[in-house]
């Protein structure tokens, strides 16, 4: 006897069928004709190849052994593999060390289905929509497994969603098989046998279709007599006109997008016609023309497809749209190779005949009705896609979901969770890691590697508008890249070392594309759910954080403090530097610090003297260069104004001292008059304008500033309140650019109240230099008298006079400058109190009514009184 090498396979096969059933050779034809139908067939494997679901089965088999480490190691292995382009064929390594964890010892589950494997028809992936099934939980790896569960097959998505007795009508199903007779035999001994025996099955004998009765089945296609009518099959009768038989196979390959012998792709018109030489009847040419649409759908798709699949750029979501057109199309083809099948069937029969079941025009346009429409789909959505890659395609593909008709929105549905499973992925390890992983910029989240860490909050992180898939809100948006911000910021800015995980509990993820559906089916609950948790957890301690380690609200009260005045009188808290008043944090005061500015020819000390507070660190964050260079523009102005209180101060002071003194001097009352008075008008409106910066401006901006630092829930809300804040007193202050006017009429009017300083200091050093003469010419008098002299001579009273009708003559000229200096002062106040009112900001409009409270200026000047009378007009009709 030959080896088994030398046997042919048909002897083989016939000896592993005796083998697997325990029968003779004479008890196993007819599992052996159904086994030889199976090798010949095109279908499918039994074993799915998905990577998840094998990695699945051994995280299940690794825990049903209480090895839940080894689990957890094995999948984080399994993830990092991932991420590797190492290996191309993950799914066969996995495969195989699943197979080989499998106990030898232990007797296997499959043996025994393998006899009902022949005791049944071929099983076929026609009918497995995502509309009734899902994705199964396990691997299937024995066939009765498969077949059990073959209705819930994955990575399917309804293409051939037409039934099996859909295709073959009523045709019974042979009993042969189902009552184990032997089978008829195959017609053409010529024929080898393995190829004669694969087509000896009718389509039909599938599994659904046997277990189903024959009469609950009734045909799609209009009725037709059941009597067989014999009809020749072949491409043309003696008239040359081409039968129904050679257009249907030709239409099968035109479904292929493969040119037929009749049916030819047409580069001009770019579309399927009928060879205008072929002599057909319209109603057939007709039914043709709308059969071959979906040849050029088809090849749209596939031409898409295969483009893109090889365009690396293309990304991770484009891969995965190419891979969900690629499960279309693969349902596409098993349709068609049932048809094929069925065609096949038709022609080894040996007879033509035209019964129920037989394959023509009429029946293939029923048919392919379903098939088509998805095509249309696909194609459309194809087309709306060109140009799109990551998030914006996602958007795109989104967008096609949103229509009437439950088959194409579950299709739309199916497709778009293969196509956000990337988007999502890129999602959670952003908000749970903050890593960034994006080759091909799909994300919507952009990184900036150029931008150093100091400005990591503010420029490293943004959004990509285009990306930001439709069916995420720009508010989850900004959340998502808050959190990952929040997390490379505390790692990278503020040192801290606490692991992501023990900041925010990380959910599950999507791992699946069936579960990126789900979560896409309640983006208001669960999802938004995932994302607020990990907003909140992430930017709380953030500030906890920046509060407890870095002191960011005491630095806050710092700058009230010292750089915007509210530390009090803070001239006596200069001079009074080495006193307890100053003994503050030791954070603060090292970082506090004088500052002179750059000196200008005429500048005094007043002019360049400054304070600086050094930043760095994350604090430097909320107070960056920008708003640093603010409060030293406030700074400057507030220190400028708080001089313009302590000249008044000192020009008050020199009155109420010289008063008294000055009495014996009656010439120079006049004079001292009106001093007062207009010295009386600057303190009021410098005490006015302090008042507005302190109260208005600075206390109740700083009021609202704590406030939302209070409530704040992530860093941007502070930074934004702070930022709000230092626009306000930089607009209120007089410092922005609408208000320049208004400041260089303020800088005048201070200009003007040194020169008074000057003019007043002039006035009393010439009258005390007076005085001090007339008293000492007093006292001679006096002693010479006391001596029993005359007090004075002839010659010193002459001169005395003299020196006194001089003095008395300077005493026009210093009213004058006074004069003269009144009416600049008022001129200014008048142009500034015109300016306020004019101005869009109601506080200002507001001020001008205290500065000019009695109409003391109104009186003077007629463009303020048209200006004050127009808007107090406008105030008590509002009232």
Known sequence: ???????????????????????????????????????????????????????????????????????????ELHRKLQTQGVLKHRWSVLYLLLSLSEDPRKPSSRVGNYGALFAQALPRDAHSTPFY???????????????????????????????????????????????????????????????????????????????????????????????????????????????????????????????????????????YKIDSKVVLCKSLRDTSSRLAELGWLHNKVRKYTDARSLDRAFGLVGQSFCASLHQELKEYYRLLSVLHSQ???????????????????????????????????????????????????????????????????????????????????????????????????????????????????????????????????????????????????????????????????????????????????????AFQ???????????????????????????????????????????????????????????????????????????????????DYHVDGPIATVFTRECMGHYLRVFNFLWRAKRMEYTLTDIWKGQMCNAKLLKTMPELSGVLHQCHILASEMVHFIHQMQYYITFEVLECSWDELWNKVQQAQDLDHIIAAHDVFLDTIISRCLLDNNSRNLLNQLRAIFDQIIEFQNAQDSLYRSALEELTLRLQYEERKQQREEEGQWGVTAEQEAEEKKRIQEFQETIPKMRSQLRILTHCYQNIVQQFLVLLMTSSDESLRFLSFRLDFNEHYRAREPRLRASLGATRGRRLSNI
């Not at 046997?7 to 083998?19: A, D, F, G």
């Not at 599992?31 to 499918?44: D, E, H, L, P, T």
Request: charged share 25%.
């Open 1 to 75: 006897m030959a080896t088994l090498d030398q046997k042919s396979p048909n002897v083989l096969l016939q000896s592993l069928c005796c083998r697997i059933t325990g029968k003779s050779e004479a008890e196993v034809a007819h599992q052996f004709q159904y086994a030889v139908r199976v090798i010949g067939s095109n279908y499918a494997p039994t074993i799915e190849r998905d990577e998840f679901l094998v990695s699945e089965k051994i995280k299940k088999e690794l825990l049903k052994q209480r090895r839940e480490a080894d689990a957890a190691l094995f999948s």
């Open 133 to 271: 099934c899902t994705r199964p939980q396990s691997l299937a790896l024995s066939y009765g497994e498969r077949s059990g569960g073959l209705s819930a097959s994955v990575g399917t998505s309804g293409i051939s969603s037409l039934g099996v007795y859909t295709l073959n009508g009523p045709t019974p199903t042979p009993q042969s098989l189902l009552a184990g007779q032997p089978p008829q035999s195959a017609a053409g001994g010529g024929q080898p046998l393995g190829s004669r025996l694969a087509w000896a099955l009718p389509v039909s004998s599938s599994p659904s279709s046997a277990l189903a009765p024959t009469a609950a089945r009734p045909p799609l296609g209009p009725p037709v007599p059941s009597a067989r009518v014999v009809r020749p099959r072949r491409d043309g009768d003696a008239g040359g006109e081409v039968s129904e038989a050679a257009l249907v196979r030709d239409i099968l390959y035109v479904f292929q997008g493969i040119d037929g012998k009749f049916i030819k792709m047409s580069a001009q018109d770019n579309c």
């Open 343 to 525: 065609l096949q069937v038709e022609d080894d029969q040996g007879v033509n005949v035209c019964t129920e079941s037989s394959l023509t025009l009429r029946r293939l346009l029923v048919w392919m009705y379903d098939p088509k429409v998805r095509l249309k789909t696909l194609a459309a959505l194809v087309d709306f896609c060109q140009g799109r890659k990551g998030g914006e395609l996602a958007s795109a593909v989104h967008a096609y979901g949103k229509t009437g008709d439950p088959q194409m929105r579950a299709l739309v549905q199916h497709i778009l969770s293969l196509v956000s499973h990337p988007i999502l992925n890129f999602l959670y390890r952003w908000i749970y890691d903050g890593e960034l992983e994006d080759t091909y910029h799909e994300f919507f989240v952009a990184s900036d590697p150029n931008v150093k860490t100091d400005r990591l909050w503010h420029d490293k992180y943004s959004l990509r508008k285009s990306m930001i898939p439709s069916f995420i809100t720009m508010d989850q948006a900004r959340k998502v890249l808050l959190i990952g911000k929040s997390i490379n910021f505390l790692h990278q800015v503020c040192h801290d070392r606490t692991p992501p995980g023990k900041i925010t509990s990380a959910s599950k993820s999507a791992d699946t594309p069936k579960d990126a559906a789900e979560l896409l089916s309640d983006l208001e609950g």
């Open 529 to 611: 759910e995932k994302i607020d948790a990990a907003y909140f957890d992430t930017s709380k301690y953030l500030l906890d954080v920046l509060n407890r380690n870095y002191l960011l609200l005491e630095h806050l009260q710092a700058m009230r403090r010292y750089l915007l005045l509210g530390q009090g009188d803070f001239i006596r808290h200069l001079m009074d530097l080495l006193k307890p008043e100053l003994f503050d944090n030791a954070e603060i005061l090292k970082r506090l610090d004088v500052r002179l500015l750059e000196v200008s020819p005429g500048d005094t000390g007043w002019d360049v003297f400054s304070l």
